[in-house]
């Protein structure tokens, strides 16, 4: 039975991507959203390198059955997370059954589901050192090879694995990422939380990584043409401002701002509480995701999830999400358009109608969401040939 069944999911995210920290969130939230009779047991897996991130996954920690710390760092742990499981690293499979997401990685011989977050740097080469190309090749190669069951986040990303290696005898599935809006994201105050940042009652909201591929500068020159055209609409972005790939592109976004004369229309927050985000999603007249590149793109999940109006840059997975008005991804003056007729009948939120129709549907997206995965644990088993293993009383 799926309720014998001891699931490790990783801790993959942290403050350096806190889309993989907001992945491991929903999981769990839509794994429990299920009858319990339906749900595995859970542990969230830390490991050495993991651990300094443990505290951002405080808010949501007690989803869990258990907690595990895996790896040599024993001393920090226990004072880290002293109610964790402390097992050393070739103990891991002696407290779980099955294991995800290995992220960009494989275990051969392991019930383990291999993760590959998407193929930018096929797409996208430039944005890349020629050492972060070779091993991200090498890696998915080897998944590719090695691997017995891979996971992806779209069916995009799915069909880009099997354009590139054509000849893996790997099991890929889909795993379909959504969004049910806990209770405290709608009993919150969106105008208060846009008071305590000082923004206007009217902005457009843009929540991304300032990475070069999230393409912020279409973005910055779409709002540099509505200003001219007559119509000055704020914009609030939030997301890391440092790009480890260029440290140098936050500058040089800021110098574009200013000389494109819209310093005063431009609001960047960084990093905030990710329930003070939501509500500024609440708060917004839309949201934008101009991105070159995504894997899945969790604003859309989280729009749709909230009935809130996002316009997105035209990739084949942006498509997919059926939610949404696409925009030519290289064309600042297509976005400014779009974004001109649908500002002209937005209004601040939130629209409690729209709201609650989204959640009504957003809670069969995530009980799906959940049974899926619920499946994909189940098919490992099989496949790693653990039936013997799970006639525990």
Request: aromatic share 10%; with cysteine; hydrophobic share 45%.
């Amino acid at each position: 039975m799926i309720t014998s069944l001891r699931v490790g999911i990783a801790a993959v995210g942290g403050s350096g991507w806190t889309g993989g920290l907001t992945t491991v969130e929903l999981l769990v939230r839509a794994v429990r959203s299920l009858p319990v009779i339906e749900q595995p047991k859970l542990l969230l897996v830390a490991t050495d390198r993991t651990l300094p991130d443990w505290p951002l996954y405080i808010p949501f920690a007690d989803l869990f059955d258990n907690l595990l710390f895996c790896g040599q760092n024993i001393a920090a742990a226990q004072q880290i997370i002293p109610s964790a499981i402390l097992v050393p690293t070739d103990d891991l499979f002696t407290h779980i059954d099955f294991y995800f997401p290995v992220n960009s990685d494989v275990w051969p011989g392991l019930c383990a589901a291999s993760w590959i977050p998407d193929f930018q740097h096929r797409f996208l080469p430039d944005l890349f050192s020629a050492s972060e190309l070779a091993w991200r090749d090498a890696a998915f190669a080897r998944i590719a090879a090695e691997a017995r069951l891979i996971v992806l986040k779209s069916l995009t990303v799915e069909d880009d694995f099997r354009r590139f290696y054509p000849d893996s005898t790997a099991k890929t599935r889909v795993l379909r990422y959504s969004v049910d809006p806990p209770a405290d994201w709608l009993s919150s105050d969106p105008a208060a939380i846009q008071a305590k940042y000082n923004l206007p009652d009217k902005f457009v909201l843009c929540s991304n990584q300032f990475w070069q591929h999230k393409n912020h500068i279409v973005l910055f020159q779409a709002i540099a043409l509505l200003k001219q055209a007559g119509l000055s609409i704020p914009v609030v972005c939030t997301g890391p401002t440092h790009d480890y790939r260029r440290p140098d592109y936050f500058r040089l976004l800021q110098h574009c701002i200013g000389e494109l004369g819209i310093s005063d229309q431009i609001h960047i927050l960084g990093i905030i509480p990710r329930v003070d985000q939501i509500q500024l999603l609440r708060r917004c007249l839309l949201a934008v995701q101009p991105s070159l590149f995504e894997g899945l793109s969790l604003i859309v999940c989280e729009t749709r999830a909230l009935g809130k109006p996002i316009i997105l840059s035209d990739l084949a997975v942006h498509a997919e999400h059926e939610y949404g008005v696409l925009f030519d991804k290289d064309s600042p003056r297509d976005l400014a358009v779009k974004m001109a007729s649908m500002l002209a009948n937005a209004n601040p939120g939130p629209d409690s109608a729209k709201e609650s129709a989204a959640k009504a549907e957003a809670a069969s997206r995530v009980r799906r969401f959940g049974r899926c995965f619920c499946e994909l644990a189940l098919e490992a088993r099989s496949l790693f040939n653990l039936d013997r293993f799970l006639q525990r009383k």
